[in-house]
């Protein structure tokens, strides 16, 4: 089974420090929530493909020679000159975790041409988005149309909101349009800072049950480094996760998703899961994330086949 995710592809521009004169210094380095999970996804050894716009200038350049560099097919991505390649300007605190400024206005993150967009979607076995592309209207639209015809051509449609709240006009814009796709998905992942405003409820056995009632079919909640919660009919678990020393958890969400994709991509689907294989590839997704965590970046930090040998 191949991966097809659609929507933001963008530069991280991440502070790495600071210079003698007490400036801070940032790194360029290629994300997206997207395009990090086919970037993930691909580089634990599953065929993936990117759909999304990135803008006609050297940071959209960087952007397509990155997916090309770790194989991810690279067809569905658009260059625009109607925007410049959208920045998001990420700061990290002593125990890594991570601020985000936007420079987005617009950004050619939000310009993917619908036709070009359903037309490169396919037949694709599994189809991924967040919500940062349904933060704009026109962008939206598109998003949710090809997860619409990707659904109706049997692909298993998998969704992480990935709140961004500087994106919304507000918690309840939020809110709203990311539930009203709920709908759509077979598999959702959600961290526990987002259980209240997806589901309603903060604990993470009761959101993951209000997502499986709204008919997803798998419901898991990240937990940080306490690991995972996930909830597939009557079943349910939480695998404990991976200590390490945190540098960056930059992209260590993404790689969870892309990791546990990965997984259910070469099971073949959903059907005949049980919760035993549910667990280990719960636990293959915490070792995944827990390594990107460990090393500075997002793509540059994902782990390799190699370096996740299988129990």
Not at 159 to 175: C, I, K, Q, V
Request: charge should be negative; aromatic fraction near 6%; proline fraction near 5%.
């Amino acid at each position: 089974m191949q991966i097809t995710t659609i929507g933001e592809i963008l530069v991280d521009m991440t502070q790495t420090g600071v210079d003698a004169n007490g400036n801070a210094v940032f790194a360029a380095i290629p994300g997206g929530a997207p395009a990090n999970v086919a970037v993930a996804a691909r580089k634990l050894g599953v065929k993936t493909a990117f759909i999304g716009c990135a803008g006609n200038d050297p940071f959209g350049t960087i952007l397509q020679k990155t997916l090309n560099r770790y194989g991810v097919d690279a067809s569905g991505l658009q260059i625009t000159d109607r925007a410049d390649t959208t920045l998001a300007v990420v700061t990290v605190d002593p125990s890594g975790e991570r601020s985000f400024a936007f420079c987005r206005k617009p950004g050619a993150d939000t310009q993917i041409d619908r036709e070009r967009a359903l037309e490169a979607v396919g037949s694709a076995d599994i189809l991924h988005f967040g919500s940062v592309s349904l933060t704009d209207p026109a962008c939206r639209e598109t998003v949710v149309s090809v997860v619409k015809r990707a659904k109706e051509n049997g692909a298993l449609i998998t969704f992480d909101p990935n709140y961004r709240s500087s994106l919304w006009h507000g918690e309840t814009e939020a809110m709203e349009q990311m539930r009203s796709v709920l709908p759509l998905c077979d598999i959702v992942k959600i961290s526990e800072e987002e259980t209240a405003l997806l589901t309603g409820f903060e604990e993470p056995e009761k959101a993951a049950d209000a997502l499986l009632r709204g008919g997803v079919r798998l419901a898991i909640v990240t937990l940080g480094a306490n690991g995972a919660y996930w909830r597939f009919g009557a079943d349910s678990g939480t695998v404990p996760g991976f200590r390490v020393k945190v540098a960056d958890t930059n992209g260590a969400g993404d790689t969870f998703f892309g990791a546990f994709l990965s997984r259910i991509a070469k099971h073949g689907g959903l059907n005949g899961l049980t919760p035993e294989t549910i667990e280990h590839f719960v636990r293959y997704a915490n070792r995944a994330a827990s390594i990107t965590a460990s090393r500075p970046g997002a793509i540059p930090a994902m782990p390799t086949e190699d370096e996740l040998t299988e129990e």
